[in-house]
Protein backbone atom coordinates (compact mmCIF):
# COMPACT_ATOMS: atom_id res chain seq x y z
CA UNK A 1 0.00 0.00 0.00
CA UNK A 2 1.22 3.69 -0.70
CA UNK A 3 2.51 5.69 2.73
CA UNK A 4 -0.83 6.94 4.61
CA UNK A 5 -1.22 10.79 4.79
CA UNK A 6 -2.33 10.54 7.87
CA UNK A 7 1.28 9.65 9.42
CA UNK A 8 2.45 12.95 7.98
CA UNK A 9 -0.37 15.08 8.74
CA UNK A 10 -3.38 13.43 11.71
CA UNK A 11 -6.07 15.10 11.64
CA UNK A 12 -8.28 14.93 14.78
CA UNK A 13 -12.08 15.73 13.86
CA UNK A 14 -13.65 17.51 17.61
CA UNK A 15 -17.07 17.76 17.29
CA UNK A 16 -18.86 19.70 19.73
CA UNK A 17 -22.39 18.99 20.90
CA UNK A 18 -25.08 21.72 19.59
CA UNK A 19 -26.17 23.93 23.11
CA UNK A 20 -29.69 24.45 23.74
CA UNK A 21 -31.90 26.63 21.05
CA UNK A 22 -34.16 30.04 22.15
CA UNK A 23 -37.96 29.26 22.67
CA UNK A 24 -40.24 30.47 20.11
CA UNK A 25 -42.47 32.50 21.68
CA UNK A 26 -44.76 33.21 18.66
CA UNK A 27 -46.68 30.39 18.95
CA UNK A 28 -50.05 29.14 19.84
CA UNK A 29 -51.98 25.71 20.79
CA UNK A 30 -55.74 25.47 20.40
CA UNK A 31 -57.78 23.08 22.83
CA UNK A 32 -60.51 21.83 20.52
CA UNK A 33 -63.76 19.35 20.90
CA UNK A 34 -64.40 16.72 18.70
CA UNK A 35 -67.92 18.53 18.12
CA UNK A 36 -66.02 20.91 15.99
CA UNK A 37 -64.34 18.75 13.85
CA UNK A 38 -65.39 18.90 9.86
CA UNK A 39 -67.89 16.27 8.58
CA UNK A 40 -65.93 12.80 7.82
CA UNK A 41 -63.09 14.47 9.14
CA UNK A 42 -61.22 12.48 12.05
CA UNK A 43 -58.90 13.65 14.46
CA UNK A 44 -58.32 11.38 18.31
CA UNK A 45 -58.43 12.34 21.78
CA UNK A 46 -55.33 13.37 23.07
CA UNK A 47 -53.17 14.16 20.15
CA UNK A 48 -52.02 17.16 18.23
CA UNK A 49 -51.36 18.46 15.25
CA UNK A 50 -49.86 21.42 13.89
CA UNK A 51 -50.70 23.75 10.87
CA UNK A 52 -49.20 25.81 8.57
CA UNK A 53 -52.41 27.87 7.26
CA UNK A 54 -56.13 28.23 7.99
CA UNK A 55 -56.85 26.45 4.93
CA UNK A 56 -55.44 23.47 6.25
CA UNK A 57 -57.65 23.65 9.59
CA UNK A 58 -60.61 24.05 7.46
CA UNK A 59 -59.93 20.50 6.33
CA UNK A 60 -60.58 18.88 10.06
CA UNK A 61 -62.80 21.67 11.61
CA UNK A 62 -66.14 22.73 10.28
CA UNK A 63 -65.67 26.53 9.14
CA UNK A 64 -68.05 27.91 12.17
CA UNK A 65 -65.78 26.61 15.17
CA UNK A 66 -63.98 28.02 17.54
CA UNK A 67 -60.80 26.26 16.58
CA UNK A 68 -61.14 27.64 12.95
CA UNK A 69 -61.86 31.12 13.70
CA UNK A 70 -58.48 31.40 15.74
CA UNK A 71 -56.70 30.26 12.85
CA UNK A 72 -58.23 33.04 10.48
CA UNK A 73 -57.37 35.37 13.50
CA UNK A 74 -53.88 33.92 13.38
CA UNK A 75 -52.44 33.50 10.25
CA UNK A 76 -54.45 36.57 9.00
CA UNK A 77 -52.32 39.00 11.04
CA UNK A 78 -49.63 40.97 9.42
CA UNK A 79 -46.81 39.69 9.16
CA UNK A 80 -47.61 36.26 9.26
CA UNK A 81 -46.71 33.91 11.97
CA UNK A 82 -44.10 31.28 10.86
CA UNK A 83 -45.33 28.19 9.53
CA UNK A 84 -46.47 25.57 11.89
CA UNK A 85 -46.34 28.01 14.68
CA UNK A 86 -50.59 26.77 15.00
CA UNK A 87 -51.48 23.71 16.97
CA UNK A 88 -54.45 22.02 17.97
CA UNK A 89 -54.80 19.59 20.84
CA UNK A 90 -58.05 17.06 21.02
CA UNK A 91 -59.20 17.35 24.35
CA UNK A 92 -61.55 13.72 25.82
CA UNK A 93 -64.46 15.81 27.50
CA UNK A 94 -66.56 12.95 27.37
CA UNK A 95 -68.81 13.82 30.44
CA UNK A 96 -67.88 10.48 31.97
CA UNK A 97 -65.03 9.23 31.12
CA UNK A 98 -62.92 12.15 29.96
CA UNK A 99 -60.76 14.96 31.26
CA UNK A 100 -61.41 18.54 32.73
CA UNK A 101 -59.87 21.38 30.82
CA UNK A 102 -57.55 21.69 33.62
CA UNK A 103 -56.64 17.99 32.92
CA UNK A 104 -56.52 18.29 29.20
CA UNK A 105 -54.07 21.34 29.78
CA UNK A 106 -51.64 18.81 31.30
CA UNK A 107 -51.84 16.65 28.98
CA UNK A 108 -51.38 18.52 26.09
CA UNK A 109 -48.22 20.47 28.18
CA UNK A 110 -46.69 16.98 28.83
CA UNK A 111 -46.99 15.30 25.41
CA UNK A 112 -47.46 18.12 22.96
CA UNK A 113 -44.60 20.28 21.75
CA UNK A 114 -44.24 23.46 23.63
CA UNK A 115 -46.72 26.64 22.84
CA UNK A 116 -46.53 30.00 24.41
CA UNK A 117 -50.08 31.08 23.75
CA UNK A 118 -53.20 28.72 24.29
CA UNK A 119 -56.82 29.55 22.88
CA UNK A 120 -60.06 27.94 24.57
CA UNK A 121 -63.26 27.66 23.37
CA UNK A 122 -65.38 30.70 24.96
CA UNK A 123 -68.13 28.87 25.92
CA UNK A 124 -66.14 26.66 28.31
CA UNK A 125 -65.27 29.44 30.75
CA UNK A 126 -67.26 32.51 29.55
CA UNK A 127 -69.81 32.05 32.63
CA UNK A 128 -67.59 29.85 34.79
CA UNK A 129 -65.99 31.99 37.42
CA UNK A 130 -64.59 29.32 39.22
CA UNK A 131 -62.87 27.62 35.90
CA UNK A 132 -61.93 31.07 35.19
CA UNK A 133 -59.95 31.34 38.84
CA UNK A 134 -58.55 27.63 37.63
CA UNK A 135 -57.27 28.89 34.14
CA UNK A 136 -55.56 31.50 35.73
CA UNK A 137 -53.51 29.39 37.91
CA UNK A 138 -52.88 27.33 35.84
CA UNK A 139 -51.43 29.97 33.24
CA UNK A 140 -49.19 31.47 36.25
CA UNK A 141 -47.87 27.92 36.82
CA UNK A 142 -47.08 27.22 33.57
CA UNK A 143 -46.26 30.14 32.32
CA UNK A 144 -48.66 30.18 28.96
CA UNK A 145 -50.65 33.61 28.35
CA UNK A 146 -54.12 32.60 28.02
CA UNK A 147 -56.75 35.44 26.61
CA UNK A 148 -59.66 35.29 27.72
CA UNK A 149 -63.12 37.08 25.85
CA UNK A 150 -66.38 38.17 28.06
CA UNK A 151 -69.19 39.41 26.96
CA UNK A 152 -71.91 40.29 29.69
CA UNK A 153 -73.72 43.67 29.57
CA UNK A 154 -72.15 43.15 33.37
CA UNK A 155 -68.68 44.12 32.88
CA UNK A 156 -69.14 47.41 31.16
CA UNK A 157 -70.97 48.18 34.18
CA UNK A 158 -69.12 50.56 36.82
CA UNK A 159 -71.05 49.65 39.53
CA UNK A 160 -70.93 46.23 39.71
CA UNK A 161 -67.69 44.37 40.53
CA UNK A 162 -68.69 40.54 41.07
CA UNK A 163 -68.34 39.86 37.41
CA UNK A 164 -65.65 37.72 36.26
CA UNK A 165 -63.23 40.06 34.66
CA UNK A 166 -63.67 42.08 38.20
CA UNK A 167 -62.67 38.66 40.04
CA UNK A 168 -60.04 37.61 37.65
CA UNK A 169 -58.39 41.19 37.99
CA UNK A 170 -58.93 41.05 41.30
CA UNK A 171 -56.80 37.73 41.67
CA UNK A 172 -53.72 39.10 40.23
CA UNK A 173 -52.62 36.13 37.75
CA UNK A 174 -49.49 37.74 35.62
CA UNK A 175 -50.69 35.28 32.12
CA UNK A 176 -53.87 36.17 31.91
CA UNK A 177 -55.17 38.79 29.43
CA UNK A 178 -59.21 39.67 29.58
CA UNK A 179 -60.95 41.47 26.49
CA UNK A 180 -64.57 42.16 25.84
CA UNK A 181 -66.59 41.90 22.97
CA UNK A 182 -69.85 43.88 23.55
CA UNK A 183 -73.04 40.90 23.37
CA UNK A 184 -74.50 42.98 19.94
CA UNK A 185 -71.36 42.16 18.27
CA UNK A 186 -71.05 38.48 18.93
CA UNK A 187 -74.88 38.46 17.73
CA UNK A 188 -73.49 39.96 14.40
CA UNK A 189 -70.28 37.96 14.34
CA UNK A 190 -69.41 34.71 16.46
CA UNK A 191 -66.16 35.19 15.13
CA UNK A 192 -65.61 38.47 17.47
CA UNK A 193 -65.36 36.09 20.28
CA UNK A 194 -61.75 35.40 19.24
CA UNK A 195 -60.59 38.21 18.15
CA UNK A 196 -58.16 38.29 20.73
CA UNK A 197 -55.74 35.36 18.72
CA UNK A 198 -54.67 38.10 16.43
CA UNK A 199 -53.63 40.51 18.90
CA UNK A 200 -51.32 37.79 20.27
CA UNK A 201 -49.94 36.99 16.90
CA UNK A 202 -48.93 40.44 16.44
CA UNK A 203 -45.94 39.88 19.02
CA UNK A 204 -44.32 37.83 15.56
CA UNK A 205 -42.90 41.35 15.02
CA UNK A 206 -40.40 41.45 17.99
CA UNK A 207 -37.35 40.15 16.66
CA UNK A 208 -35.05 39.88 20.18
CA UNK A 209 -31.92 40.05 18.02
CA UNK A 210 -33.43 43.45 16.15
CA UNK A 211 -32.62 46.80 16.90
CA UNK A 212 -35.98 48.62 18.50
CA UNK A 213 -38.12 45.94 17.64
CA UNK A 214 -39.46 45.08 20.88
CA UNK A 215 -43.71 45.91 20.30
CA UNK A 216 -46.82 46.88 22.48
CA UNK A 217 -50.29 45.71 20.61
CA UNK A 218 -52.08 49.00 22.03
CA UNK A 219 -53.66 51.21 19.72
CA UNK A 220 -52.53 48.42 16.97
CA UNK A 221 -55.17 47.81 14.17
CA UNK A 222 -56.86 44.49 14.04
CA UNK A 223 -57.96 43.36 10.83
CA UNK A 224 -61.36 41.68 10.62
CA UNK A 225 -62.52 42.90 14.16
CA UNK A 226 -65.53 45.02 14.55
CA UNK A 227 -64.31 48.03 16.70
CA UNK A 228 -66.87 48.66 20.10
CA UNK A 229 -69.09 51.44 20.29
CA UNK A 230 -69.97 52.67 23.54
CA UNK A 231 -70.66 55.15 26.45
CA UNK A 232 -68.21 57.03 28.26
CA UNK A 233 -69.16 55.38 31.16
CA UNK A 234 -68.80 51.81 29.48
CA UNK A 235 -65.68 52.61 28.40
CA UNK A 236 -64.25 53.27 31.95
CA UNK A 237 -65.33 50.20 33.51
CA UNK A 238 -63.66 48.44 30.76
CA UNK A 239 -60.56 50.51 31.57
CA UNK A 240 -61.31 50.06 35.41
CA UNK A 241 -61.60 46.06 34.95
CA UNK A 242 -58.47 45.89 32.90
CA UNK A 243 -60.65 44.54 30.17
CA UNK A 244 -59.30 44.99 27.10
CA UNK A 245 -61.35 46.21 23.67
CA UNK A 246 -60.74 47.06 20.63
CA UNK A 247 -62.44 50.13 18.95
CA UNK A 248 -62.53 52.95 16.74
CA UNK A 249 -60.67 56.38 17.77
CA UNK A 250 -62.30 59.65 16.32
CA UNK A 251 -61.89 63.24 16.24
CA UNK A 252 -63.60 65.50 14.78
CA UNK A 253 -65.49 63.22 12.62
CA UNK A 254 -61.73 61.77 11.49
CA UNK A 255 -61.41 58.31 12.76
CA UNK A 256 -59.14 54.97 12.61
CA UNK A 257 -60.61 51.83 12.92
CA UNK A 258 -60.56 48.39 14.82
CA UNK A 259 -57.47 49.84 17.44
CA UNK A 260 -56.66 47.57 20.13
CA UNK A 261 -57.06 49.24 23.70
CA UNK A 262 -56.26 48.78 27.35
CA UNK A 263 -53.85 45.71 26.78
CA UNK A 264 -52.87 44.90 30.13
CA UNK A 265 -53.06 41.35 31.87
CA UNK A 266 -54.60 40.83 35.40
CA UNK A 267 -51.00 40.89 36.73
CA UNK A 268 -50.88 42.27 40.74
CA UNK A 269 -47.72 43.93 39.50
CA UNK A 270 -49.34 46.30 36.92
CA UNK A 271 -48.24 44.41 33.57
CA UNK A 272 -48.85 44.96 30.01
CA UNK A 273 -49.35 41.83 27.21
CA UNK A 274 -46.09 42.96 26.00
CA UNK A 275 -44.41 43.02 30.19
CA UNK A 276 -45.26 39.51 30.89
CA UNK A 277 -44.44 38.51 27.28
CA UNK A 278 -41.31 40.41 27.01
CA UNK A 279 -39.84 39.47 29.89
CA UNK A 280 -40.53 35.59 29.54
CA UNK A 281 -38.51 36.22 26.03
CA UNK A 282 -35.50 37.73 28.06
CA UNK A 283 -35.25 35.12 30.41
CA UNK A 284 -35.24 32.37 27.82
CA UNK A 285 -32.41 34.23 26.34
CA UNK A 286 -30.63 34.51 29.48
CA UNK A 287 -31.21 30.36 30.72
CA UNK A 288 -30.28 29.18 27.06
CA UNK A 289 -27.09 31.48 26.93
CA UNK A 290 -26.37 30.82 30.46
CA UNK A 291 -26.91 26.80 29.77
CA UNK A 292 -24.52 26.85 26.99
CA UNK A 293 -21.86 28.83 28.35
CA UNK A 294 -21.47 26.64 31.47
CA UNK A 295 -22.01 23.33 29.34
CA UNK A 296 -19.70 23.63 26.27
CA UNK A 297 -16.28 23.17 28.36
CA UNK A 298 -15.28 23.08 31.67
CA UNK A 299 -16.01 25.99 33.99
CA UNK A 300 -14.24 26.11 37.05
CA UNK A 301 -16.47 26.63 40.03
CA UNK A 302 -14.16 28.67 42.10
CA UNK A 303 -12.54 30.37 39.36
CA UNK A 304 -13.52 34.38 39.28
CA UNK A 305 -12.48 34.07 35.51
CA UNK A 306 -14.94 31.94 34.29
CA UNK A 307 -17.76 33.08 36.34
CA UNK A 308 -17.00 36.39 35.05
CA UNK A 309 -17.47 34.80 31.36
CA UNK A 310 -20.96 34.22 32.55
CA UNK A 311 -21.76 37.16 34.27
CA UNK A 312 -20.74 38.75 30.82
CA UNK A 313 -22.85 36.62 28.87
CA UNK A 314 -25.68 37.05 30.66
CA UNK A 315 -25.21 40.55 30.63
CA UNK A 316 -25.01 40.67 27.09
CA UNK A 317 -28.03 39.28 26.53
CA UNK A 318 -29.77 42.34 28.75
CA UNK A 319 -27.96 44.74 26.86
CA UNK A 320 -29.39 43.44 23.36
CA UNK A 321 -32.75 43.88 25.11
CA UNK A 322 -32.17 47.74 25.42
CA UNK A 323 -31.07 47.56 21.98
CA UNK A 324 -34.77 45.82 21.19
CA UNK A 325 -36.34 48.13 23.37
CA UNK A 326 -37.25 45.80 26.27
CA UNK A 327 -35.35 47.58 28.63
CA UNK A 328 -35.19 51.51 29.09
CA UNK A 329 -32.74 53.63 30.58
CA UNK A 330 -30.88 56.03 31.11
CA UNK A 331 -33.09 55.39 34.57
CA UNK A 332 -31.72 56.53 37.96
CA UNK A 333 -32.35 53.65 40.72
CA UNK A 334 -30.92 53.52 44.26
CA UNK A 335 -28.25 50.68 44.34
CA UNK A 336 -29.03 48.10 46.88
CA UNK A 337 -25.51 47.59 47.84
CA UNK A 338 -25.48 51.07 48.37
CA UNK A 339 -28.07 52.62 49.08
CA UNK A 340 -26.61 55.12 46.43
CA UNK A 341 -28.60 56.51 43.65
CA UNK A 342 -27.13 55.42 40.28
CA UNK A 343 -27.69 55.71 36.85
CA UNK A 344 -28.28 53.27 34.50
CA UNK A 345 -27.26 54.01 30.89
CA UNK A 346 -28.75 50.74 29.19
CA UNK A 347 -31.62 49.75 31.68
CA UNK A 348 -29.73 46.89 33.65
CA UNK A 349 -27.22 46.83 36.71
CA UNK A 350 -25.50 43.46 37.78
CA UNK A 351 -24.81 43.20 41.32
CA UNK A 352 -22.78 39.94 40.34
CA UNK A 353 -19.07 40.16 40.85
CA UNK A 354 -16.48 37.66 39.25
CA UNK A 355 -15.46 37.65 43.02
CA UNK A 356 -18.37 36.04 44.46
CA UNK A 357 -17.12 32.60 44.32
CA UNK A 358 -14.86 32.85 46.69
CA UNK A 359 -16.94 33.14 49.03
CA UNK A 360 -19.24 29.64 48.05
CA UNK A 361 -21.16 28.13 50.82
CA UNK A 362 -20.47 24.51 51.90
CA UNK A 363 -23.60 23.53 50.38
CA UNK A 364 -22.91 25.54 46.72
CA UNK A 365 -19.63 23.70 47.16
CA UNK A 366 -21.25 20.50 47.26
CA UNK A 367 -24.02 21.04 44.67
CA UNK A 368 -21.26 22.77 42.36
CA UNK A 369 -23.14 25.47 42.16
CA UNK A 370 -22.28 29.16 41.22
CA UNK A 371 -23.16 31.63 43.29
CA UNK A 372 -27.33 33.09 41.91
CA UNK A 373 -26.59 35.91 39.82
CA UNK A 374 -28.11 39.11 40.71
CA UNK A 375 -29.01 41.44 37.86
CA UNK A 376 -31.47 44.43 37.90
CA UNK A 377 -33.65 45.59 34.98
CA UNK A 378 -35.90 48.08 34.37
CA UNK A 379 -38.38 47.80 31.73
CA UNK A 380 -38.65 50.67 28.93
CA UNK A 381 -42.73 50.35 28.78
CA UNK A 382 -44.91 52.03 26.39
CA UNK A 383 -46.63 55.55 26.48
CA UNK A 384 -49.69 55.13 26.63
CA UNK A 385 -51.47 58.64 27.36
CA UNK A 386 -49.98 62.09 25.95
CA UNK A 387 -51.37 64.87 27.94
CA UNK A 388 -50.60 68.24 25.96
CA UNK A 389 -50.73 71.73 27.71
CA UNK A 390 -50.73 74.98 25.49
CA UNK A 391 -49.98 78.16 26.98
CA UNK A 392 -50.99 80.95 25.47
CA UNK A 393 -49.50 84.28 26.19
Same mark, same amino acid.
Given at each position: ?119 ? !? ?76 ? *? ?16 ? !? ?111 ? !???? *?? !???? *? ?53
Amino acid at each position: MAYPVERIVPVNLILQAAGLQYANFVTWRSIATADMLAVGATFGVDTFKTYDDASEVAQDFATDSPVYYQAQYWFGSTPKPGASSFQVWMWDNDAVTGDTLIQTLDKAEDQAPWRFFIGL !PQSTYGADELLSLDLAAWADANRHIIPLTFSSADNTDENIDTDIPSVLQSNGARFITQKFRSPSIVAIDERQLYAPTA *EMAFFQRFNFDGIRTSVD !PEFKPMLNVIGEDLRGSQYTALESKRLGFYTDIELKGERVTSRTKNSWTTSAFNETVDDVFSLEVLANRAQVDGFNYISRRKRGLRSPRDYEGLIATVEQVAHQAFINGTLGG !PVTI *ED !PRTG *EDVTLKYGYLMLSQGEDVTNLTEAQISAREYPPIQLIVVLARSARVAAISLTVE
